[in-house]
């Protein structure tokens, strides 16, 4: 197969994926398909997975030896593609759907972002062999599985102002950021003392096999790891001391690029973690500056009371008059229907382009400090705006309180989410099906 076709979403053909009704699949598809797995009410198609496999060995085309024998890369993309249908189905069961305008919108999105539109988008992927409908059904996936994350994040993690400030404090004597990758060997809830002993010996193993050098660190963590981001060589970003566990933060001080810390027990099994390189986070986050506009403007709405046509007339009115040397501020106070602003002669403070919406901050950066702007339309109705003054604002220190908070919220979203992964799959009926054979498990098997 040719190179698969790049899309937004990272994983996207990694896990495509076409949900349907067990019974469907039982008597339409299976003379022609085979099951790979029945997970509760649904199943993983062979043909699922032989996609998915080879969108994953497209991915590594060159790269070949990374990948692991084949019966271990084929049983840990289909650990991932029974996630997805369990994530989907309970996403599905909360209430989250995603609308046809909504998935038609991703998918032109995934078109613009490879710089082609639909039609384009179709053609490539018949070319590389994948159907348009799969594909679009694995979007419409990913988006729900997405928007799940989401509202887990919405209801379950929150972070506080305490909690920033220390990270600040944190950042500043330590300023630095790190690049890590990891390699997690899991264990099931309430594990017992024989299998946390097998997946220390696993895991202690895997480490002896990267000290030797028998095999690079990314090559293990697609071979070996049981974390979701197994397949992209375990590669965890960077992340500031505040992201990292405590039993890692400090590690990390005292390691340089390339090593390799680990076994080490933690709240999903043992992982191993590797530094790959570090830089100063002050000089990475920099100074951030924006342009702020002072400004006033009328409105004339547009609304059951008021006709297009009306506003614009009475707008094109009040304009006139301003040309002809009118104060802004007096006709505001007069004639602007905008409550908010009226009685302080429509001024609006101090703002960013983008505070009142694109076709606003267009007028705005359109004209000179002094000017007015000419009418223009949104959703509220007929404006003019008149640009007062400009200035440049340091918005380091809130940008860095806004990192910082989601740095954080991204870490614990991270742990929280993979004990609800592990939750969701040891509760799930999952049977494994291999030519005749097939295997019943609550629990995902280790490679």
């Given at each position: 197969?040719?190179?698969?076709?790049?899309?937004?979403?990272?994983?996207?053909?990694?896990?495509?994926?076409?949900?349907?009704?067990?019974?469907?699949?039982?008597?339409?598809?299976?003379?022609?398909?085979?099951?790979?797995?029945?997970?509760?009410?649904?199943?993983?198609?062979?043909?699922?997975?032989?996609?998915?496999?080879?969108?994953?060995?497209?991915?590594?085309?060159?790269?070949?030896?990374?990948?692991?024998?084949?019966?271990?890369?084929?049983?840990?993309?289909?650990e991932r593609l029974v996630l997805v249908k369990l994530q989907v189905a309970r996403a599905q069961g909360s209430g989250?759907?995603?609308?046809?305008?909504?998935?038609?919108?991703?998918?032109?999105?995934?078109?613009?972002?490879?710089?082609?539109?639909?039609?384009?988008?179709?053609?490539?992927?018949?070319?590389?062999?994948?159907?348009?409908?799969?594909?679009?059904?694995?979007?419409?996936?990913?988006?729900?599985?997405?928007?799940?994350?989401?509202?887990?994040?919405?209801?379950?993690?929150?972070?506080?102002?305490?909690?920033?400030?220390?990270?600040?404090?944190?950042?500043?004597?330590?300023?630095?950021?790190?690049?890590?990758?990891?390699?997690?060997?899991?264990?099931?809830?309430?594990?017992?003392?024989?299998?946390?002993?097998?997946?220390?010996?696993?895991?202690?193993?895997?480490?002896?096999?990267?000290?030797?050098?028998?095999?690079?660190?990314?090559?293990?963590?697609?071979?070996?790891?049981?974390?979701?981001?197994?397949?992209?060589?375990?590669?965890?970003?960077?992340?500031?001391?505040?992201?990292?566990?405590?039993?890692?933060?400090?590690?990390?001080?005292?390691?340089?690029?390339?090593?390799?810390?680990?076994?080490?027990?933690?709240?999903?099994?043992?992982?191993?973690?590797?530094?790959?390189?570090?830089?100063?986070?002050?000089?990475?986050?920099?100074?951030?500056?924006?342009?702020?506009?002072?400004?006033?403007?009328?409105?004339?709405?547009?609304?059951?009371?008021?006709?297009?046509a009306a506003a614009k007339a009475k707008i094109d009115t009040l304009r006139a008059r301003i040309a002809g040397g009118?104060?802004?501020?007096?006709?505001?106070?007069?004639?602007?229907?905008?409550?908010?602003?009226?009685?302080?002669?429509?001024?609006?403070?101090?703002?960013?382009?983008?505070?009142?919406?694109?076709?606003?901050?267009?007028?705005?950066?359109?004209?000179?400090?002094?000017?007015?702007?000419?009418?223009?339309?949104?959703?509220?109705?007929?404006?003019?705006?008149?640009?007062?003054?400009?200035?440049?604002?340091?918005?380091?220190?809130?940008?860095?309180?806004?990192?910082?908070?989601?740095?954080?919220?991204?870490?614990?979203?991270?742990?929280?989410?993979?004990?609800?992964l592990q939750e969701l799959r040891g509760e799930a009926y999952v049977s494994f099906r291999s030519g005749d054979r097939?295997?019943?498990?609550?629990?995902?098997?280790?490679?």
């Amino acid at each position: 197969m040719t190179k698969s076709f790049p899309v937004l979403l990272a994983s996207l053909l990694a896990v495509s994926s076409v949900s349907a009704p067990l019974q469907v699949i039982a008597q339409e598809a299976q003379p022609l398909d085979r099951i790979a797995a029945i997970v509760d009410e649904d199943v993983v198609l062979q043909s699922e997975l032989d996609r998915a496999i080879s969108n994953i060995k497209a991915q590594y085309a060159g790269r070949e030896n990374q990948l692991p024998p084949d019966d271990v890369l084929s049983r840990q993309v289909l650990e991932r593609l029974v996630l997805v249908k369990l994530q989907v189905a309970r996403a599905q069961g909360s209430g989250i759907r995603i609308s046809d305008q909504e998935l038609n919108q991703a998918m032109n999105s995934i078109a613009q972002q490879n710089g082609s539109n639909l039609d384009a988008l179709r053609q490539r992927l018949a070319h590389d062999g994948i159907d348009f409908n799969d594909f679009r059904a694995s979007v419409r996936d990913e988006i729900t599985v997405q928007r799940l994350r989401q509202s887990f994040a919405q209801s379950r993690i929150s972070v506080s102002e305490g909690e920033v400030d220390a990270a600040l404090k944190q950042q500043a004597t330590a300023g630095n950021q790190y690049h890590l990758a990891h390699i997690l060997v899991a264990l099931p809830d309430g594990a017992t003392a024989d299998q946390i002993a097998t997946g220390q010996k696993k895991a202690e193993g895997v480490k002896a096999l990267l000290d030797k050098g028998e095999l690079d660190f990314n090559a293990a963590a697609v071979r070996y790891s049981d974390s979701p981001n197994a397949l992209e060589g375990g590669d965890l970003g960077w992340r500031s001391l505040d992201e990292i566990p405590a039993a890692f933060a400090q590690m990390m001080q005292q390691m340089k690029a390339g090593d390799v810390v680990g076994p080490i027990r933690g709240p999903s099994g043992f992982q191993l973690l590797k530094l790959v390189e570090v830089r100063d986070a002050t000089a990475a986050a920099g100074t951030h500056t924006v342009t702020e506009f002072h400004g006033r403007h009328i409105l004339v709405r547009v609304d059951d009371n008021q006709t297009d046509a009306a506003a614009k007339a009475k707008i094109d009115t009040l304009r006139a008059r301003i040309a002809g040397g009118a104060d802004f501020q007096a006709v505001a106070k007069e004639s602007s229907e905008d409550t908010n602003s009226k009685g302080q002669g429509g001024d609006l403070g101090w703002f960013p382009a983008d505070a009142f919406g694109p076709a606003f901050g267009q007028q705005v950066e359109g004209i000179a400090d002094g000017g007015v702007s000419q009418p223009f339309r949104t959703d509220a109705g007929w404006h003019i705006v008149q640009r007062v003054a400009t200035r440049q604002t340091d918005v380091t220190s809130d940008n860095q309180r806004a990192q910082i908070r989601e740095t954080i919220g991204r870490r614990k979203l991270e742990e929280e989410y993979n004990r609800f992964l592990q939750e969701l799959r040891g509760e799930a009926y999952v049977s494994f099906r291999s030519g005749d054979r097939a295997e019943n498990t609550a629990t995902p098997p280790q490679p």
